[in-house]
Each structure stands twice: as C-alpha cells, then as structure tokens.
T-cell receptor, first 109, second 117 residues
Framework: GQNIDQPTEMTATEGAIVQINCTYQTSGFNGLFWYQQHAGEAPTFLSYNVLDGLEEKGRFSSFLSRSKGYSYLLLKELQMKDSASYLCAPMDSNYQLIWGAGTKLIIKP | GAVVSQHPSWVICKSGTSVKIECRSLDFQATTMFWYRQFPKQSLMLMATSNEGSKATYEQGVEKDKFLINHASLTLSTLTVTSAHPEDSSFYIC?????????????FGPGTRLTVL
C-alpha cells in the first residue's frame, strides 16, 4: 500500500531551526512535494525534490533520499507566521499526490 | 506560480439542494484537475481526477452520481454536489496541473467551504 509517516505535531521557538521528517511508501515515484497549509486555507507549494540531495530555497530547504523513502523539510530562522501544517506529498507512478495528515508546527515566542 | 481560482469561496445551502463549485486555471492550461475534500484536522482526500474532455476518474468510495465533475475546457472544471446533506459539509479544494510541464506541480485553488444545513 501507499502511506506517509510524519510527526503529528512539533513545537519550536521563534528564530530557531526545525526539521520535519517524512518517510513514505508509494507505487512508483515521480518526486516529492512539500506544502504548507494554514488553518482554513488551501495548501501552498514549498518545494519539490525528484533527485537525491538537498534543495535550498531561502529559509526553507528540503532533502530527499529515494533509496530510504525519506525526506525532510528544514525551516530556519523561524517566524511566527510559519505556524502551520506541513504536508509531505510524494507523487506516485500515476502522477497522483499521496497525502498524509501533515505535521502541525507550533512556533512559540 | 500559476493561479487557480475557485468560486464560491463559501456556500451555505439547505439539505437536498445541489451546489456547483467552479475551479479555473487563470494563466495556464490545465490538462488535469483534481478535486479534494478535507474535514477538520484531517488530511486532504482525493475525490476524483479529471482530464479535459474525458470522464473523471473517481476514487474508491466516492459516489460519482452524487459528485458530478465536468472538465469541459483546459481552464475550467466544475464539481456539483447533488442533493447535499449535512455530512457533505466540508472544505472542497481543487488543484490544476499541466502534465506537459516539467514536474507536474499541482496548483491549488483557495478552497470552497460548504455548509449544508
């Protein structure tokens, strides 16, 4: 079957760094997306990885290891507005995104 | 990034009525549109995938006669919730993708919050 495993909730302090891990199993693989979703809003795109390694984009970086079925999202210099759910979504062989429940990130002052 | 709009952004209706939600890709041609439903504190649940000019593919457990999807053009897909009931109250989100592009990113609309009384 296909599944996603992420921590349900994480707490971090403003200005700090946090890493959100994701392990996945899919039927085929066409890359992995990370989305941010604020409560009551639709997801917004953060990053895409299809090859192994680290992709850096400003304060956010995403890492992928295809052989391990593992990815992480790294958020630096945390701001209060980063409080949201972070969704790890691999894309299967049918180009469908597989969604888990996401990780709710709480930022404290 | 590309822009996807949804209309209406929220709707309240009486039980037994039908509600139509529109999803438009504003600045690109969407070969594929996806319809999701999300209940509070739960993950996105894919309801159906629609390709322009063909019938939608529904996920297991989603009633195609209740959730009618039409993808008549490369920029518009509609979801009609027929004979809505309170249990259909949810956040409905569409996304659009162009499979001809490099990595098939799905661009999400802002969502439609449906409340059935």
């Amino acid at each position: 079957g296909q599944n996603i495993d992420q921590p349900t909730e994480m707490t971090a302090t403003e200005g700090a760094i946090v890493q959100i891990n994701c392990t996945y199993q899919t039927s085929g693989f066409n890359g992995l997306f990370w989305y941010q979703q604020h409560a009551g809003e639709a997801p917004t795109f953060l990053s895409y990885n299809v090859l192994d390694g680290l992709e850096e984009k400003g304060r956010f970086s995403s890492f992928l290891s295809r052989s391990k079925g593992y990815s992480y999202l790294l958020l630096k210099e945390l701001q209060m507005k980063d409080s949201a759910s972070y969704l790890c979504a691999p894309m299967d062989s049918n180009y469908q995104l597989i969604w888990g429940a996401g990780t709710k990130l709480i930022i404290k002052p | 990034g590309a822009v996807v709009s949804q209309h209406p952004s929220w709707v309240i209706c009486k039980s037994g009525t039908s509600v139509k939600i529109e999803c438009r890709s504003l600045d690109f041609q969407a070969t594929t549109m996806f319809w999701y439903r999300q209940f509070p504190k739960q993950s996105l649940m894919l309801m159906a995938t629609s390709n322009e000019g063909s019938k939608a593919t529904y996920e297991q457990g989603v009633e195609k006669d209740k959730f009618l999807i039409n993808h008549a053009s490369l920029t518009l897909s509609t979801l009609t919730v027929t004979s809505a009931h309170p249990e259909d109250s949810s956040f409905y989100i569409c996304s659009a993708s162009n499979l001809a592009e490099d990595y098939n990113e799905q661009f999400f609309g802002p969502g439609t919050r449906l409340t059935v009384l």
